[in-house]
């Protein structure tokens, strides 16, 4: 079975850090771009960050560049998300999803992507 699962998620304060991760069962993610994309209640979907599956380019959403960092382990067939400084604003359900052939400038839109994880939450509040 092809799957994506988020894990990492959880309950910070602001100004605290996570690590989220994305694994994916029953195919190797070096060949799919990476994105993360998170949504909260009443709003679309919004691109995070994502990376790409041939030399590792990556790309931020202005409202977390300098605070988010996306990497790929290969050997664990895992992609993360180390998230810093998180701010209130950063409350939503993260996604990953994965797609073999994702533009990189066009990688923050969902349109183009294979595979789909179930979400995790992250909630930053005091």
């Known amino acids: 079975q092809l799957q994506l699962v988020e894990s990492g998620g959880g309950l910070v304060q602001p100004g605290g850090s996570l690590r989220l991760s994305c694994a994916a069962s029953?195919?190797?993610?070096?060949?799919?771009?990476i994105g993360w994309f998170r949504q909260v209640p009443g709003k679309e979907r919004e691109g995070v960050s994502c990376?790409?599956?041939?030399?590792?380019?990556?790309h931020y959403a202005d409202s977390v560049k300098g605070r988010f960092t996306i990497s790929r382990d290969n050997a664990k067939n895992t992609v993360y998300l180390q998230m810093n400084s998180l701010k209130p604003e950063d409350t939503a359900v993260y996604y990953c999803?994965?797609?073999?052939?994702?533009?990189?400038?066009?990688?923050?839109?969902?349109?183009?992507?294979?595979?789909w994880g179930q979400g995790t939450q992250v909630t930053v509040s005091s």
């Open positions: 999803a994965a797609g073999a052939h994702i533009l990189i400038k066009l990688c923050h839109y969902e349109v183009g992507y294979d595979y």
């Open positions: 029953g195919f190797t993610l070096d060949y799919y771009a």
């Open positions: 990376i790409s599956n041939s030399d590792d380019l990556t």
